[in-house]
């Protein structure tokens, strides 16, 4: 997951580790789906926001996956958190 400030985008991020850029906002940490939301359409999920968001709020978020080939596919993007 990659959050999205004025300045720009965080690093994407892992497991228990956010992006540290001081102009770029921290990467969302503790991503879990939320397993009784799912069906043959929809996932949701929960984050936290990252720990710095760089001097500007976080506008949106976007979600990619990689199948194991080093680039990643964006799914869904102008995600704002609730």
Known sequence: MVAYNLYGSSDSS???NGALILTNPDAPTM???VVSS???TTITFTWLEGTKNGGA???D????YDQSTGL???IASG????
């Open 79 to 82: 995600i704002a958190q609730t």
């Open 61 to 64: 978020y976007r979600v990619s």
């Open 31 to 33: 991503i879990t789906e």
């Open 38 to 40: 799912r069906s043959a």
């Open 72 to 74: 990643y596919i964006d």
């Open 14 to 16: 892992s497991v228990g």
């Open 57 to 59: 709020a976080v506008l």
